[in-house]
């Protein structure tokens, strides 16, 4: 700890543009987010061989939970299993918030743009999406594990201007952390926020309602759709894109199905 501390005050270490810093990201984020993907979740991990160990990909994933944890056990999950830092895109929401833009930049994050999106593959990254956005992670309990729209596909764009393969990532678990049973529209507007959930515990048990449930936790990484066979100007193919993202959501909605009739119970 002390040779980290004096490399900080030497100014010797390492950020790169986005504001990316992989030495607190390993040394800090993980190192707190482990015991709770262990312990609490005990998140399970599939298909990492089809997470490419060398060169820009772009894994996409469900979103879901009401608050955006399956996106840190996802970074955590990738680091963990293939020793790469997975460079999540964030909405602009996250950018706008003073403590939690700092925390999301040094751990990797940028904004949800496409051209930071091909600048980070063309650079050889790891990058990750959430298509469904707050749609996804704010939608009632009742849709669990039913995927919303993918917006217009901006990632598709990215990757095949970019030529990298795109993973799609099924997560089983996250749905029931906090199982979103209602919303208040008028307060949710006036802080500034797409929505605030009620949960069966949350307000109404105060701070103890904010612990998530420990819901067993599966994520399974698919197999890899090339997009290498077809060249940067069909990025520009509304039909094409349209396409490749159906073809993304589908797999990971039969994945999706296939993993909750293997699991045995929500919390084992």
């Given amino acids: 700890m002390m040779a980290f501390v004096r490399r900080r005050l030497a100014g010797e270490y390492v950020v790169d543009e986005y504001g990316f810093d992989s030495e607190v990201t390993e040394r800090f984020f993980m190192a707190a987010l482990r015991p709770i993907a262990e312990k609490w979740f005990r998140v399970e991990v599939r298909g990492v061989e089809n997470i490419p160990t060398t060169g820009g990909a772009l894994?996409?994933?469900?979103?879901?939970?009401?608050?955006?944890?399956?996106?840190?056990?996802?970074?955590?999950?990738?680091?963990?299993?293939?020793?790469?830092?997975?460079?999540?895109?964030?909405?602009?929401?996250?950018?706008?918030?003073?403590?939690?833009?700092?925390?999301?930049?040094?751990?990797g994050a940028t904004l949800a743009c496409t051209e930071d999106a091909e600048?980070?593959?063309?650079?050889?990254?790891?990058?990750?999406?959430?298509?469904?956005?707050?749609?996804?992670?704010?939608?009632?309990?009742?849709?669990?594990?039913?995927?919303?729209?993918?917006?217009?596909?901006?990632?598709?764009?990215?990757?095949?201007?970019?030529?990298?393969?795109?993973?799609?990532?099924?997560?089983?678990?996250?749905?029931?952390?906090?199982?979103?049973?209602?919303?208040?529209?008028?307060?949710?507007?006036?802080?500034?926020?797409?929505?605030?959930?009620?949960?069966?515990?949350?307000?109404?048990?105060?701070?103890?309602?904010?612990?998530?449930l420990p819901s067993k936790w599966l994520l399974e990484f698919g197999e890899p759709i090339r997009t290498d066979a077809y060249s940067a100007a069909e990025a520009d193919d509304p039909m094409l894109v349209f396409n490749v993202t159906d073809q993304v959501r589908e797999t990971i909605q039969q994945t999706l199905f296939s993993l909750l009739r293997q699991r045995q119970g929500v919390f084992r």
């Fill in 59 to 107: 894994v996409v994933s469900n979103h879901s939970g009401t608050v955006p944890v399956d996106g840190l056990m996802t970074m955590l999950s990738v680091h963990d299993e293939t020793g790469r830092f997975l460079r999540p895109l964030g909405a602009d929401l996250v950018f706008r918030m003073p403590v939690v833009s700092t925390l999301a930049r040094k751990g």
């Fill in 119 to 212: 600048r980070m593959l063309s650079g050889g990254e790891l990058v990750g999406v959430w298509p469904e956005g707050f749609k996804g992670i704010g939608k009632p309990f009742s849709e669990r594990y039913r995927l919303q729209r993918f917006g217009r596909g901006g990632f598709v764009s990215a990757a095949l201007r970019t030529g990298v393969p795109i993973v799609p990532l099924s997560v089983v678990g996250a749905e029931e952390i906090y199982p979103l049973v209602g919303n208040i529209p008028s307060l949710a507007r006036l802080f500034g926020v797409p929505y605030l959930p009620i949960t069966p515990f949350f307000p109404l048990l105060g701070p103890l309602g904010l612990v998530p």
